[in-house]
Antibody, heavy 120, light 108 residues
Framework: QVTLKESGPLLVKPTESLTLTCTVS??????????VSWIRQSPGKALEWLAH???????SYSTSLKTRLTISKDTSRSQVVLTMADVDPVDTGTYYC????????????WGKGTTVTVSS | SYVLTQPPSVSVAPGQTARITCGGN??????VSWYQKKPGQAPMLVVY???DRASGIPGRFSGSNSGNTATLTISRVEAGDEGDYSC???????????FGGGTKLTVL
């Protein structure tokens, strides 16, 4: 059974960094056809893709957030980590990680999400 | 940059057919995926590669894609189909994943 689980802080202060971890099971981060994406949804807003990473360490970032995001993976721990620098209240929302396939780039399994609030 | 346009809302009576569109420049040349999201739940893949149903998705859900419009069609709509539906493509030129703005399906 393929699962992904997000973890991270519930509350972050403005200007601080946010670190989210996605722990996967049921598939390997070494699989050349699979990767992990991060997506968020702010209250009342659409889904927003943030970044993805594949087994060969190929990474891609949202243009609007590129300067603030870093994605990495620890294959031995089956974890993908997303760090967002200099957070702002507009970064409040639910953050999801999802498995992405290299063919057609769709996300077939999603974590339940973790809700983050940015507030002083 | 590439933009995907969806109607904010679609309403349909139970048993009728709902059609949710996703507009984009020559989207017919892209591979489109559709996701369903219900309040308090994670998004769920419904259709990928334009018209392939994801595992466990009933046959009432179908997808098509041609020209500048991709369409998710839900036949014999049920109350449980209510939720937000989002289309998604991968922009190969930028290696970016793009989502549409989402459409709220209401079952009257």
């Amino acid at each position: 059974q393929v699962t992904l689980k997000e973890s991270g802080p519930l509350l972050v202060k403005p200007t601080e960094s946010l670190t989210l971890t996605c722990t996967v099971s049921g598939f390997s981060l070494n699989n050349p056809r699979l990767g992990v994406s991060w997506i968020r949804q702010s209250p009342g807003k659409a889904l927003e893709w943030l970044a993805h990473i594949f087994s060969d360490d190929d990474k891609s970032y949202s243009t609007s957030l590129k300067t603030r995001l870093t994605i990495s993976k620890d294959t031995s721990r089956s974890q993908v980590v997303l760090t967002m620098a200099d957070v702002d209240p507009v970064d409040t929302g639910t953050y999801y990680c999802a498995r992405i396939t290299m063919f057609y780039y769709y996300m077939d399994v999603w974590g339940k999400g973790t809700t983050v609030t940015v507030s002083s | 940059s590439y933009v995907l346009t969806q109607p904010p809302s679609v309403s349909v009576a139970p048993g009728q057919t709902a059609r949710i569109t996703c507009g984009g420049n020559n989207i017919g040349s892209e591979s489109v995926s559709w996701y369903q999201k219900k309040p308090g739940q994670a998004p769920m893949l419904v259709v990928y590669d334009d018209s392939d149903r994801a595992s466990g998705i009933p046959g009432r859900f179908s997808g098509s894609n041609s020209g500048n419009t991709a369409t998710l069609t839900i036949s014999r709509v049920e109350a449980g189909d209510e939720g937000d539906y989002s289309c998604q493509v991968w922009d190969s030129s930028s290696d970016h994943v793009l989502f549409g703005g989402g459409t709220k399906l209401t079952v009257l």
